[in-house]
């Protein structure tokens, strides 16, 4: 079983300012990871994902996280934010040895808002 | 903006009630994996179809049932509905099975289920 741990409920943060959200997680077997989006009334967008490989990841719209195994972390960095991001951002997992990125388990959301 | 659709958008029922939630899933795509997610939570797995049967399931009760059709289509029932069953039900589509790695799930825009 797995578990995914977003340690920050909410990050405000100023326009261009650069921002972190932190995910730990928890797996006794090899996981995939993921951060999704969610906008107001809407589903999830992948922003990124680690497969394998070079553990800095890079996404869509600046984001990129970095996975650390020792540490069991997968934190998502953003240099310069913008108001368009402001959204819910979900970090997930799912197991390598039954690559199914459809079963993955979430975190609870951190909520970033982007202040002028 | 996937290709992944969810009716209806938005839904008002009453306790003790039947519900059935539909999602058309990507073109290409085999595999239908239906998620609950409650206010200011992550999504929750309920289960998954794969060539119309179920393929892994959550923690939730036997009153939460599915099917997929031959298009790879899927519904998602719940029967006796709670108060606590209030939430938005996403469907994320993807492709599973032989040599094609699994690493990504698209998510329908969810349907609203209100329980009242």
Redesign the interface.
Known sequence: AQSVTQLDSQVPVFEEAPVELRCNYSSSVSVYLFWYVQYPNQGLQLLLKYLSGSTLVKGINGFEAEFNKSQTSFHLRKPSVHISDTAEYFCAVSETFNTNAGKSTFGDGTTLTVKP | E?G?TQSPTHLIKTRGQQVTLRCSSQSGHN???W?QQAL??????IF?YYREEEN?RGNFPPRFSGLQFPNYSSELNVNALELDDSALY?C???L?GGSF??????????TRLTVV
Do not use: D, H, K
């Open positions: 996937t992944v595999t239908v994996s998620y200011g939570q992550g999504p929750q797995f998954q892994g996403l994320a589509s993807s599973y790695m699994n690493t990504e799930a698209f998510f329908g825009q969810g």
